[in-house]
Nanobody, 123 residues
Framework: VQLQASGGGLVQAGGSLRLSCAAPLRTFSRYTMGWFRQAPGKGRLYVASINFNGESTSYAQFVEGRFTISRDNAKNTVYLQMNSLKPEDTAVYYC?????????????????WGQGTQVTVSS
């Protein structure tokens, strides 16, 4: 399964970006989706997740109140709206599918990953 993440770019601190991730799966609407990020020289960190029907979301504390995850099952797409961006948000952002619907923040629970999209926030 090849996920396609897009929407990254260069933005000034305080700005916004909207990431998208398209998943070419007929069964997309059955699965939890997640976003993670990885800064240079750092491990991959959980950012947010959304359950199969979009009624439940979860966030890492460091993005709570600034980022919003959503999904459109008709378009097989999950989004990450990022507001009030900070330089420390600079990272490659990855989307992933949790086929087991564990609704977890652990990378090992996610089965398929996108190629990542670079987000750079300048100060």
């Amino acid at each position: 399964v090849q996920l396609q993440a897009s929407g990254g770019g260069l933005v000034q601190a305080g700005g916004s970006l909207r990431l998208s991730c398209a998943a070419p799966l007929r069964t997309f609407s059955r699965y939890t989706m997640g976003w993670f990020r990885q800064a240079p020289g750092k491990g991959r960190l959980y950012v947010a997740s959304i359950n199969f029907n979009g009624e439940s979301t979860s966030y890492a504390q460091f993005v709570e109140g600034r980022f919003t995850i959503s999904r459109d099952n008709a378009k097989n797409t999950v989004y990450l709206q990022m507001n009030s961006l900070k330089p420390e948000d600079t990272a490659v952002y990855y989307c992933a599918i949790d086929v087991g619907n564990t609704y977890s923040d652990h990378i090992y629970e996610y089965d398929y990953w996108g190629q990542g999209t670079q987000v750079t926030v300048s100060s």
